[in-house]
């Protein structure tokens, strides 16, 4: 069936913050969207962090939660062409955060 057809219920954008990340150098950031891409297959995840940086505000800091190894690969080289930063990803129990910044 459609492999894009399927939405997902996401959380009301927040006018600030929706949290925040410690980075393993130590380093803390303000989140201010979160993207959940649990349960996604390739290339969603890319086309819902692309999306995502598309709306953002030049400092903004996203989220990307992915389980899918091959898209938590894929989503930092991206990040030159679409004017955004990688900033680290950390390992969470069932997934990764993927945090990066639109420049």
Request: overall charge neutral.
């Amino acid at each position: 069936m459609a492999l894009f057809g399927r939405k997902k219920k996401q959380p009301a954008e927040a006018a600030g913050p929706t949290g925040e990340v410690t980075l393993e150098d130590g380093s803390t950031y303000p989140v201010n969207q979160i993207v959940d891409c649990i349960g996604d297959s390739c290339p969603r995840p890319q086309l819902m962090t692309k999306k995502a940086l598309s709306n953002a505000a030049s400092g903004d800091v996203i989220e990307v939660r992915i389980d899918n190894p091959t898209s938590m690969e894929a989503i930092p080289p991206m990040m030159p062409e679409l004017g955004s930063t990688h900033l680290g990803t950390v390992k969470d129990d069932r997934y990764w955060r993927v945090i990066v910044r639109r420049q």
